[in-house]
């Protein structure tokens, strides 16, 4: 399906009311094609997940306009099936198939220079303690090192 209007209708047809009673969620199936316009854009929400996500979301159900309660997941479902070619794939389905780029890999930490702790600051205070130049407990010396920090600015 091209939009989520068309779901919504859809929906209304499937479950009775009318299609604003289901745009929400529709909707919400889709907002990822504000970042990108292609159908690839249903990796974000169009899997199994995706539906129990919706149901956070939504809530369990919802009651149309004709007074019918409805589980959210059922037009979840319904949407993913339609866009999907009638199955519903799970995260797995649609991670595996991403193309490996050399980015995705091996991330780098950047080098720290200066004089100020990088990090976990209890490995600077330990340092400081072995070292005989504190004797303060962490929260103090982190304290006393905000202070001078302030104070040397």
């Known amino acids: 399906m091209a939009?989520?209007?068309?779901?919504?209708e859809s929906s209304a047809r499937k479950f009775g009311g009318v299609p604003s009673d289901y745009q929400a969620v529709h909707d919400w199936f889709?907002?990822?094609?504000e970042h990108l316009a292609l159908f690839t854009h249903r990796a974000m929400r169009h899997?199994?997940?995706?539906?129990?996500?919706a149901e956070r979301v939504f809530g369990l159900t919802l009651t149309n306009s004709a007074g019918r309660e409805i589980p959210v997941r059922w037009i979840g479902e319904q949407?993913?099936?339609e866009d999907c070619q009638g199955r519903?794939?799970?995260?797995a389905d649609w991670l595996r198939r991403i193309q490996p780029e050399p980015w995705m890999a091996n991330g780098h930490i950047?080098?720290?220079?200066?004089?100020?702790?990088c990090g976990d600051p209890r490995v600077a205070w330990?340092?400081?303690v072995?070292?005989?130049?504190?004797?303060?407990?962490?929260?103090?010396?982190?304290a006393a090192r905000a202070t001078q920090a302030t104070q040397g600015a």
Not at 130 to 142: C, N, P, S
């Open 130 to 142: 072995a070292a005989g130049r504190t004797v303060l407990g962490l929260k103090d010396w982190m």
């Open 47 to 53: 899997h199994a997940q995706g539906l129990f996500e």
């Open 126 to 128: 330990a340092s400081e």
């Open 3 to 8: 939009h989520p209007l068309h779901h919504a």
């Open 88 to 91: 519903i794939p799970s995260m």
């Open 30 to 33: 889709d907002a990822s094609k």
């Open 79 to 81: 949407h993913v099936r």
């Open 110 to 117: 950047d080098r720290h220079s200066g004089d100020e702790p």
